[in-house]
């Protein structure tokens, strides 16, 4: 069984810096892509980064020069460094994998629990 784990989240103030990590468990034989994504109250979850298995990055324009996301293969794991952070970043983080799994290679996709991140002006 495929489980995503977050860890990283809390509370800041602005200007401040925090990283988040995203561990994948279970039998995952490579990373398609992961992704993190955001959502705070009364507003649709969106899209704040993601990386590729082979390293191509994009990101939300609100993030672009503050946010750097990176992928650790080996360990199955994504880390969003968020650095100057602000008061519009406060949300709950989610982590969003997709992995070829298993003996055949199928695919997987998935949530992680969500971390929260709060910051203070």
């Known amino acids: 069984q495929v489980q995503l784990v977050e860890s990283g989240g809390g509370l800041v103030q602005a200007g401040e810096s925090l990283r988040l990590s995203c561990a994948g468990s279970g039998i995952i034989l490579s990373i398609n892509d992961m992704a993190w994504h955001r959502q705070a109250p009364g507003i649709q979850r969106e899209l704040v980064a993601r990386?590729?298995?082979?390293?191509?990055?994009n990101y939300a324009d609100s993030v672009k020069d503050r946010f750097t996301i990176s992928l650790d293969n080996a360990k199955n794991t994504v880390y969003l460094q968020m650095d100057s952070l602000k008061p519009e970043d406060t949300a709950v983080y989610y982590c969003?994998?997709?992995?070829?799994?298993?003996?055949?290679?199928?695919?997987?996709w998935g949530w992680g629990q969500g971390t929260q991140v709060t910051v203070s002006s």
């Open positions: 990386i590729t298995g082979d390293g191509d990055t």
């Open positions: 969003e994998a997709e992995f070829r799994i298993g003996a055949t290679g199928s695919t997987w």
